[in-house]
């Protein structure tokens, strides 16, 4: 059986002064106003089993105004084990904890993996390119500890790279973190490369089916030294290896470039993933519906390949795009939720859900905060 959450508990987290939910069950739907804590309680869920939040905050939004720490907790149980999740947020830091021992967030990952899928998600297949990499590193960090670590001494790199450009600094500095710019980058951008070759093809499925066949979706990672053309898909391949040979090379035929603009042009920082519907690009061509249906194909994918690899069902985070999803995609995404995935949903608005999810759900009524 698989691990869910049975209970949690807030102190000074967010808007909560206290927040205690027990006896949960497989879908809950959390129902109230605006600004009443709805995003909240999925965001202390996400940082309870991602240790991270879709909202990205400083450690100082997290704890409740006029507080110093916040703590978070969950009771997890599988029927035979019993494990306490626990996330402090004070003077700049945020700590976890299993059973009351600390933990570094790399010796958590993958125990209970979760999924959200909130409005601001809608944007991914709409423009820029970082939020489809945080997208693709937040999935690959909680499948691998080691993709973890490796982004996040990457962009430490990175970061130092781009203060060295920035201050005009010796060549000889520069090419000495490129060596570390090679080093990591090329672990990154493999790790990456071979988790989007299967996400590609499990979102490519979903796609098909939200379209009932009509549309085909190809889902393409391009690396930055790759010369690539924007309207036409292609798969660009690679392992570690080659992944260094071409970073080292496309880092030397770009050191004067990159000391003009001073900033790092070359690396997985700079990497693209690129979507295209019946092979024209979904940022200029696709409608805003096709659009969200790549997003929910997306997300669907992500729930798959995690109980692929982690054997183990993520929990579902909702918050609030029902009102977001038009009809056809709100009855795919209902459909997959009616599986026996543990979900949380926040909604302003019940009449979103037909009367069998309701049956099936735990409803929690936030009441209008008095001021
Ligand atoms: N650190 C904090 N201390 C106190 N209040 C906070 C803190 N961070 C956020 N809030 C409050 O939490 C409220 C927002 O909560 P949340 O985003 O969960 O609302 P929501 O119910 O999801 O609303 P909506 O339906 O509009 O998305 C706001 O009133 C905000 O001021």
Known sequence: MDL???????????????????????????????????????EGIQLLTAHAS???????????????????????????RQLELEMTAEEGKKRFFLNGKPKRPADLKGLVPSVSFTPDDLELAKGGMAPR??????????LSANHYLIKRDYEKVVRHKNRLLKDEADQALVDSIDEMV??????????????????????????????EGREQLRACYVP??????????????????????????????????????????????ADRIEFFIDGRNVNSFASQGQQR??????????????????????????DDVMSE????????????????????????????FDSDLLGAARIVSLPRAVK
């Open 133 to 142: 990499r945080i997208s693709l590193d937040a999935l690959g960090a909680q």
């Open 325 to 352: 999803l038009d009809e056809s995609r709100r009855r795919a995404l209902v459909s997959f939720i009616a599986g026996d995935m543990q979900t949380f949903i926040t909604t302003a608005n019940i009449d979103y």
């Open 293 to 318: 249906s790549v997003v929910l194909a997306l997300k669907l994918a992500e729930v798959s390949l995690i109980q692929d690899i982690l054997h183990q069902k993520p929990v579902l985070l909702l």
């Open 182 to 211: 090679v080093t990591c980058g090329a672990q990154l951008a493999a790790y990456r490369s071979a988790l989007f070759e299967k996400l590609a093809q499990v979102m490519g499925s979903y796609y098909g089916q939200i379209t």
């Open 224 to 269: 930055s030294w790759e010369i690539h053309d924007p309207n036409a898909p292609a798969t660009y391949t690679f392992g570690r290896d080659e992944a260094r040979e071409e970073l080292a090379r496309t880092l030397g035929e770009r050191r004067g470039e990159e000391r003009a603009r001073r900033r790092a042009l070359v690396g997985p920082h």
């Open 4 to 42: 869910t959450i049975s209970h949690i508990s807030f102190a000074d987290f967010r808007s909560y002064e206290a927040f205690d939910l027990r006896d949960i069950g497989p879908l809950t739907i959390i129902v109230g106003p605006n600004a009443v804590g709805k995003t909240n309680i999925v």
């Open 54 to 80: 879709f909202r990205h905050p400083t450690v100082a939004e997290l704890v409740r105004m006029g507080a110093t720490r916040a703590r978070l907790y969950a009771d997890v149980t599988d029927g035979n």
